[in-house]
């Protein structure tokens, strides 16, 4: 449920908080996340709860439950740049997001880019460990006329 809004995701948390604790229990977020139509094992579940309890109570709060979708929006925005579904935005494919957002970038613009946001390899981005400085980028331009905002990381 990547496109679902703060205010659904609110209500559904709500609506599966059986004791009104504020927090949600395993039981209460396999509960949420079957009827968002998300299908994950237990092991995965238990997994997921561990990742994003970030206080260790056991239970996630509203705040950690809404992080598991930002993290799967940005999973989605990433995967559409990610046309061969390498894990890596490469060249070509960060160009072609660029000009779906209406903006041609010559070859060493492109280069640049992907030497600030790269972690492994020359030339690409990996998911976990660039997206956000990229999506950071492709926002700025998306809100600019030609180049990155002033507040660009970069």
Request: hydrophobic letters at 35%; a negative charge.
């Amino acid at each position: 449920m990547p496109g679902a809004s703060p205010s659904s995701l609110l209500a559904t948390f709500n609506e599966h908080d059986a004791d009104n604790s504020n927090t949600m229990a395993l039981s209460e977020l396999r509960e949420a996340l079957s009827e968002l139509k998300v299908s994950v094992s237990e092991e995965r579940l238990s997994k997921i709860v561990k990742e994003y309890d970030t206080d260790s109570s056991g239970e996630l709060s509203f705040s950690e439950f809404s992080a598991i979708f930002d993290t799967a929006r940005l999973r989605a925005v990433f995967d559409g740049i990610d046309k061969d579904g390498s894990g890596e935005i490469g060249a070509e494919e960060l160009r072609g997001a660029m000009e779906s957002l209406g903006h041609k970038l010559g070859a060493g613009q492109i280069k640049s880019i992907l030497k600030k946001v790269s972690t492994r390899l020359p030339g690409c981005c990996r998911f976990v460990c660039s997206s956000l400085a990229l999506l950071h980028l492709l926002l700025s331009f998306s809100l600019s006329d030609s180049s990155p905002s002033s507040s660009s990381p970069f």
